[in-house]
């Protein structure tokens, strides 16, 4: 299970993290991140992080978002900073374990960046 925080409604500029906490096994080797998706638009990558330490980002998002997690905590968090009303989207965590071939979804946790 994946618990989703942090979200909220910002001016352009501003910054706003976002931290989601898994529960239950989530595997010595997995990958967490966050994608998000906009009213009428299809589900999109934010960003991810395996437990080797690769990342992978979305272009609209790099060198303003920052993502980063706890393995004993087993948690993901993502900075975001510069916000733009393009960023405006429900926010989703996701976990991906080696060997599953499920992937697992956190509830939703919406960012509103508006002036």
């Known amino acids: 299970q994946l618990q989703a925080s942090g979200g909220g409604l910002v001016q352009p500029g501003a910054s706003l993290g976002l931290s989601c906490a898994a529960s239950?096994?989530?595997?010595?080797?997995?990958?967490m991140g966050w994608y998000r998706q906009a009213p009428g638009k299809q589900r999109e990558l934010v960003a991810t992080l395996s437990t080797a330490g690769a990342t992978n980002y979305a272009d609209s998002v790099k060198g303003r978002f920052t993502i980063s997690r706890d393995n004993v905590k087993k948690t993901v968090y993502l900075q975001m900073n510069r916000l733009k009303p393009e960023d405006t989207a429900a926010y989703y965590c996701?976990?991906?374990?080696?060997?599953?071939?499920?992937?697992?979804w956190g509830q939703g946790t919406q960012v509103t960046v508006s002036s």
């Open positions: 239950g096994a989530i595997s010595s080797r997995n990958i």
């Open positions: 996701y976990l991906m374990r080696y060997g599953d071939p499920r992937d697992y």
